[in-house]
């Protein structure tokens, strides 16, 4: 899709490789910036893939197991919750079964040594899970909150600009 000025046209989401659904594909973009940046197609060439180690990918499901907390695990390939109990998140549930709808593949033998990801979604009741839940995650990763922290920023600078 270049233009005539060397431009090159990119979808960058936030979702993993596996979920840019064919019809976008077929548009013809020139790459794909995926994963949160984890993953960044171009031309057709992989040009970078971050992916967290195996003995990572534990830590957080422990962390997730002990803090009661939801988590969904993706990677340029799969998608994968933790069923070792049932989901009770309301949009974990609601993602979950829209990836069934998809016909989305879903290992469930998360301790295989071979799995991995490279990014992850928790969801949770109480802020002191994701508290509990960050004393693990921060290390390694960034938290994006978007339920608890984006609306609270945005309006809080609203609220200033509105001041001048």
Same mark, same amino acid.
């Given at each position: 899709m270049r233009d005539t000025f060397g431009h090159l046209m990119f979808i960058n989401t936030g979702r993993c490789f596996q979920n840019v659904e064919p019809r976008f594909r077929r548009i013809g973009f020139d790459g794909y910036v &995926? @994963? &949160? @940046?984890? /993953?960044?197609f171009c031309s057709g060439? !992989? +040009?970078? =893939? %971050? +992916? #967290?180690? =195996?003995?990572i990918t534990m830590q957080l499901l422990e962390a997730a197991r002990k803090t009661n907390v939801d988590i969904l695990f993706e990677s340029r390939k799969e998608v994968a919750f933790d069923k070792s *109990?049932?989901?009770t998140h309301p949009d974990a549930i609601h993602q979950y079964k829209a $990836?069934? /709808?998809r016909g989305y593949d879903m290992p469930e033998n998360l301790e295989n040594p071979n799995f991995f990801c490279d990014k992850f979604v928790v969801w949770y009741q109480t802020p002191d #899970?994701? !508290? !509990? $839940? *960050?004393? %693990?995650s921060d290390p390694y990763f960034t938290c994006i909150d978007r339920a608890r922290y984006l609306p609270r920023i945005c309006s809080n600078r609203l609220q200033q600009s509105d001041r001048h």
């Open positions: &995926c @994963g &949160c @940046g984890t /993953n960044i060439t !992989e +040009a970078l =893939h %971050v +992916a #967290q180690t =195996h003995s *109990r049932s989901l $990836f069934l /709808n #899970q994701l !508290e !509990e $839940f *960050r004393k %693990v």
